[in-house]
Nanobody, 113 residues
Framework: QVRLVESGGGLVQPGGSLRLSCTAS??????MGWYRQAPGKQRELVAR???????NYADSVRGRFTNSRDNARNTVSLHMNTLKLEDTGVYYC?????????WGQGTQVTVSS
């Protein structure tokens, strides 16, 4: 069974930084996305990266988040800088477009003073 594993979340003050990682057996095969689900809201796409490393970001995170990948290690990463209160949520990675089930458990990011 396919298994997505996200890690790297935590509690950070506004303005702080975190680095999230995602591994799965198939990450080197597809374009990948990072998704965020804030409390009480639907899951949204915040960043995506093609197999060749071309990135795209939601307006809310552009200039602060950087998406990267290491195809040899089946890993995608999300470097998050200048974090804001509204970045709080559970972060997931998955194939984009066309997600693969099941989703991973995600990693919690809490931005709080």
């Amino acid at each position: 069974q396919v298994r997505l594993v996200e890690s790297g979340g935590g509690l950070v003050q506004p303005g702080g930084s975190l680095r999230l990682s995602c591994t799965a057996s198939f990450t080197n095969m597809y374009d990948m996305g990072w998704y965020r689900q804030a409390p009480g809201k639907q899951r949204e796409l915040v960043a995506r990266i093609t197999r060749l490393g071309i990135t795209n970001y939601a307006d809310s995170v552009r200039g602060r988040f950087t998406n990267s990948r290491d195809n040899a290690r089946n890993t995608v990463s999300l470097h998050m800088n200048t974090l804001k209160l509204e970045d709080t949520g559970v972060y997931y990675c998955n194939k984009y477009p066309g997600n693969i089930d099941p989703w991973g458990q995600g990693t919690q990011v809490t931005v709080s003073s």
